[in-house]
């Protein structure tokens, strides 16, 4: 659709359907002017945009499993909404990380379409990694699937999902996230350093002990989002 | 044989809204409070989390937080020379069972009444002359104003920390807010929640017809809070299952958020759940009530003797208990004597369905139980009835609480009921479909009543509660009127077919209306007209109080919990301050 098609149509539904003005400025705001481009989302992937944007690959894998050392977060699968709000909010300095908020500035809109949506569709294996203590695992699986009533916290699957498997397009999945990650991004929540989520993430992260959070991190590493028993819900 | 217990110092029939909060206060001065519950403990966590408490099919079809009506149904018909027969599946109205009551299942839409309403009949003779008023008609004042009801409101608002918009401070309006709101002392104790889509749509409609919108005052929060009794509430996430479910976000004011974790903390207070009260037992005069009997799970039955006796059920269960007890003297219809019973009263209920442009996307699913947007012009007396033969009002907005998948399959008229040409409608309506809902009066008639069932018993042998209701001309002429305006409302939204509310004769239990049943042991000024005084301290028996929506005279336009709660608090006032001083009637008789 050619760009002088657009505005025309544009035109048109302000003047025919007085009501459909907030809608059509919501549509141009939010939605690229083309869809988002896979194998253009993979380039930049693989070979960024030099000079500014280093390829994504370097920390994230091309298959978007990363290295697995928790220090960048799992990415393949998950929601492209999500992660590019999250680029938003890295470029507006929002969320503030140094590595990530020149890239996301030097994005395009479409290139942050194009490249989340390569990542939302990639399927990368988990990779092997040392399971953590079994009853942290146990701790971390209850807060979980059930909450503490002792701490008024709740689930974090009534949000994430059966399983952590996510609830897409808003709430990423946590199912295989890797632990050190969970666990920083709880722990900045929690000190008022993570501001770019829905005011419930500082809420509950604020109920969260350093045990707590290194049990449901613990756990949702090793929830294994392939299996069809990981989005069973606890009986 | 009833095994005989301890005494203590207060009993309470039912641990929902008023019977927590009762316990709550009571508790606080030193009284020894047992806690009688019909139905079982539950709690936030592990109970309300999801995903099993989202489960539609459990909670919404097979409504899993209601009355049992195989152990205690309601029998019903539309008027005296029928036979009534047991309701066997709720749908028209839905009360609750187990802890919190049906506080737990509710919306969240927290208004005030209106000056108005607390003296209705004076306020309507006055306006109007008493020609207006249909013969049948029989509302009254309610015994309190709303200026004595003002300050508990106000604590009630705060104990659940609403999110709303004031429309008016002390008599100063507020932009955004309601213009036709009862004075307030203050504001919300929180900001409004966020608008949604179909909020802003309603908005924009009703705007242009000259109408004056605000947002919908809600007990599902905005932000979080933390009440005056410490205990704290999340933000609303939006997930669409309010009514019929728990909050699994402690984001919805319930007795399980900001009372219950209080009062069980209290060692004066005592919960007995699976308890089932039988009746209240009298002593040989009939003037004093020495306590309460009960089954419990297993159908033991105990005597829990009790110096004050508080009824907080569910108001057609609270008729039922004095019924059953044989407190206050039964209505007769064709006498019009009697108290008990009289004066039952529902909710006019109804709206429009808007159907959008399919570039409109409503996005329904991302709802709470209390976000609409709506407007008070047709609301209660906001209006001049003069010259329309009929008194009431209701109001209108667009109030969509969820787009669940079983319940919600707007279709335009003309669509099959099934197969692939529905499936297709469904498909293409229902990201595109405003519902704008009607709220408002139901007008007391003699016609209308509660009694016990000559024929059908209870689990435990006791006859059941008989409902006998249908809209009063008077109710449907006002719906009807007030339908046509939301016609308009729907057309100016840019609704391209807009399908007409408004209620009709009969009444129609098998249809979801409201769960918002009233009156039938109300309160007043007169023993002859009500069965408790301005204090719902219960006429004849004066150590038993009747706490509750059963109180109202007539009912308002809006969700009644709010007013429930005020009262409730108003009541406790002179209990804490007068009754347990010199325990007696509060108000010669």
């Known amino acids: 659709m050619s760009r002088g098609r657009i505005i025309r149509d544009t035109l048109a539904a302000v003047t025919i359907v007085n009501i459909g003005v907030i809608w059509v400025a919501q549509a141009a705001a939010n939605s690229p002017t083309r869809p988002p481009d896979l194998a253009k989302g993979a380039v930049i992937a693989a070979q960024g945009l030099p000079p500014s944007v280093p390829p994504c690959a370097q920390c994230h894998a091309y298959n978007g499993a990363s290295d697995g050392s928790g220090a960048f977060p799992r990415i393949a699968g998950q929601s492209a909404f999500y992660l590019a709000k999250e680029l938003r909010d890295y470029a507006s300095r929002v969320r503030t990380n140094a590595v990530m908020t020149p890239i996301a500035k030097a994005l395009s809109s479409g290139g942050i379409a194009d490249v989340t949506a390569y990542y939302a569709s990639v399927k990368a294996p988990y990779l092997p990694l040392a399971s953590p203590d079994a009853m942290l695992i146990e701790r971390g699986g209850q807060l979980a699937k059930i909450g503490d009533a002792r701490k008024d916290l709740q689930a974090c699957d009534s949000c994430h999902g059966p399983g952590g498997a996510g609830e897409p397009p808003a709430i990423p999945y946590l199912a295989g996230q890797y632990e050190h990650y969970i666990a920083l991004q709880l722990t900045m929540w929690k000190r008022g350093l993570r501001n770019n989520s829905p005011d419930a993430m500082a809420d509950v992260a604020k109920r969260l002990d350093a045990q707590d959070i290194a049990a449901v991190a613990a756990y949702f590493q090793q929830v294994d989002a392939s299996a069809p028993a990981a989005t069973q819900p606890m009986k | ?589």
């Open chain 2, 1 to 589: 044989m009833a095994t005989r217990l301890r005494p203590v110092d207060v009993v309470t029939i039912g641990v929902g809204l008023t019977g927590s909060l009762m316990a709550l206060e009571l508790a606080k001065t030193g009284l020894k409070v047992v806690g009688l519950e019909r139905g079982a403990p539950r709690y936030t966590v592990p109970d309300f989390q999801s995903p099993a408490i989202h489960d539609e099919l459990r909670f919404s079809i097979r409504k899993a937080m209601m009355q049992d009506n195989v152990r205690e149904a309601v029998t019903f018909r539309n008027a005296s020379d029928e036979t009534a027969l047991p309701i066997r599946r709720w749908e028209s109205f839905l009360p609750g069972t187990g802890l919190g009551g049906a506080f737990v299942h509710w919306n969240g839409q927290s208004f005030r009444f209106q000056v108005a309403d607390f003296i209705y009949k004076t306020h309507i003779e006055q306006r109007y002359g008493k020609k207006i008023l249909d013969p049948d008609l029989t509302i009254q004042d309610w015994g309190v104003t709303y200026d004595e009801l003002e300050p508990h409101y106000d604590r009630f608002e705060y104990l659940c920390g609403v999110s709303g918009k004031a429309g008016n401070i002390k008599g100063a309006l507020q932009p955004g807010g309601n213009p036709f709101e009862a004075p307030r002392a203050r504001g919300y104790p929180t900001p409004p929640m966020k608008e949604p889509y179909f909020g802003a749509l309603f908005r924009t409609g009703a705007e242009s017809l000259g109408y004056h919108p605000y947002p919908q005052p809600s007990a599902n929060l905005s932000q979080p809070y933390t009440n005056p009794e410490g205990l704290s509430l999340q933000q609303c996430v939006f997930c669409g299952f309010c009514e019929r479910y728990a909050c699994e976000h402690f984001a919805k004011a319930s007795p399980q958020t900001v009372i219950l974790p209080a009062l069980l903390k209290n060692p004066n207070f005592e919960l007995r759940s699976n308890c089932q009260v039988l009746r209240i037992d009298l002593d040989g005069t009939g003037k004093k009530a020495t306590g309460v009997t009960y089954a419990d799970a297993t159908g033991r039955e105990f005597e829990q003797p009790a110096d004050l006796v508080l009824i907080t059920a569910f108001p057609l269960n609270n008729v039922r208990m004095l019924l059953l007890s044989g407190i206050g003297k039964p209505y007769d219809p064709k006498s019009g004597e009697g108290v008990v019973g009289r004066n039952y009263c529902y909710q006019t209920t109804g709206g429009a369905t808007v159907f959008m442009d399919e570039r409109i996307n409503v996005n329904p699913f991302m709802a709470s139980g209390a976000n609409g947007t709506m407007i008070d012009d047709f609301g209660g007396d906001n209006f001049d009835h003069g010259s329309l033969g009929f008194i009431g009002g209701q109001y209108v907005g667009a109030i969509m609480t969820g787009g669940r998948p079983i319940e919600f399959h707007p279709t335009p008229p003309g669509t099959p009921k099934w197969g692939l040409r529905w499936k297709e409608a469904v498909a293409r309506h229902y990201n595109h479909t405003v519902l704008v809902q009607q709220h408002g009066t139901s007008t007391a008639s003699r016609l209308n009543y509660l009694d016990l069932d000559p024929t059908y018993k209870d689990a435990w042998g006791l006859p059941l509660l008989r409902m006998t209701f249908d809209f009063p001309e008077n109710d449907i002429r006002m719906s009807q009127h007030i339908a046509d305006k939301v016609v308009e409302i729907g057309r100016a939204m840019g609704g391209k077919t807009v399908i007409r509310g408004g209620t009709k004769r009969p009444y129609t239990t098998t249809v979801y209306q409201s769960t918002h049943n009233a009156g039938g042991a109300i309160m007043g000024a007169d023993p002859k007209t009500s069965v408790v005084n301005r204090y719902l301290q219960c006429w004849d028996v004066p150590n038993v109080f009747s706490v509750g929506a059963s109180a109202f005279p007539q009912n308002g336009t809006y969700n009644y919990s709010v007013t429930i709660g005020a009262l409730t608090y108003w009541a406790l006032d002179a209990i804490k301050n007068r009754y347990l001083k010199a325990p007696g009637p509060l108000v010669d008789a």
